[in-house]
T-cell receptor, first 114, second 111 residues
Framework: EAQVTQNPRYLITVTGKKLTVTCSQN?????MSWYRQDPGLGLRQIYY???????DKGDVPEGYKVSRKEKRNFPLILESPSPNQTSLYFC?????????????FGQGTRLTVV | LAKTTQPISMDSYEGQEVNITCSHN???????ITWYQQFPSQGPRFIIQ???TKVTNEVASLFIPADRKSSTLSLPRVSLSDTAVYYC????????????FGAGTQVVVTP
């Protein structure tokens, strides 16, 4: 089954404690991306990657890091989480093409930073 | 990227047809129009995509007039499970990484 898998689904952590949210896709997609979703602010892109070792900032990259060492994985790293990073996070993937706006999203990770 | 405008919310009763119109006046020649559906606390799900005229699949229909400055997502005979936020996106092949999700349209279906 084609899917994007995020882990963990829920996470509560303390301010400053480094954490990683994993994302893996099994569709051999070149493009992967991270979004956060907050009430009233909609979905905002954090980082995206167009292929292995190619990443770029989205709209709200501050406080986040990413890496793309393998095509299937795109982890999101919070080196020093703060309460304002409490949010619902989604990973997405798709392939480039003439009509490549069809993206597949993960189930989401609800992060709470206290 | 083409900016999109869609209604904030729409209410409907079960069994009715719901039509959501999205305006995208500055759509570019190579842009495709895509609609996503999102349930609470779940990731957006692709519904339908089109370039011009009409596209239909098992979930919805997408109507695009000749000037392509707007598009209408049509959900036939909605049920309670169609209650969700619906997003209209317009983008080009090389800019997927910069696709923007707007506020979307909250559709509420009641019995």
């Amino acid at each position: 089954e084609a899917q994007v898998t995020q882990n963990p689904r829920y996470l509560i952590t303390v301010t400053g404690k480094k954490l990683t949210v994993t994302c893996s896709q099994n569709m051999n997609h070149e493009y992967m991306s991270w979004y956060r979703q907050d009430p009233g602010l909609g979905l905002r892109q954090i980082y995206y990657s167009m292929n292995v070792e190619v990443t770029d900032k989205g709209d709200v990259p501050e406080g986040y890091k990413v890496s793309r060492k393998e095509k299937r994985n795109f982890p999101l790293i919070l080196e020093s989480p703060s309460p304002n990073q409490t949010s619902l996070y989604f990973c997405a993937s798709n392939s480039p093409g003439r009509s490549n706006t069809e993206a597949f999203f993960g189930q989401g990770t609800r992060l709470t930073v206290v | 990227l083409a900016k999109t405008t869609q209604p904030i919310s729409m209410d409907s009763y079960e069994g009715q047809e719901v039509n959501i119109t999205c305006s995208h006046n500055n759509i570019a020649t190579n842009d495709y129009i895509t609609w996503y559906q999102q349930f609470p606390s779940q990731g957006p799900r692709f519904i339908i995509q089109g370039y011009k005229t009409k596209v239909t699949n098992e979930v919805a229909s997408l109507f695009i007039p000749a000037d392509r400055k707007s598009s209408t997502l049509s959900l036939p005979r909605v049920s309670l499970s169609d209650t969700a936020v619906y997003y209209c996106l317009v983008g080009v092949t090389d800019s997927w990484g910069k696709l923007q999700f707007g506020a979307g349209t909250q559709v509420v279906v009641t019995p």
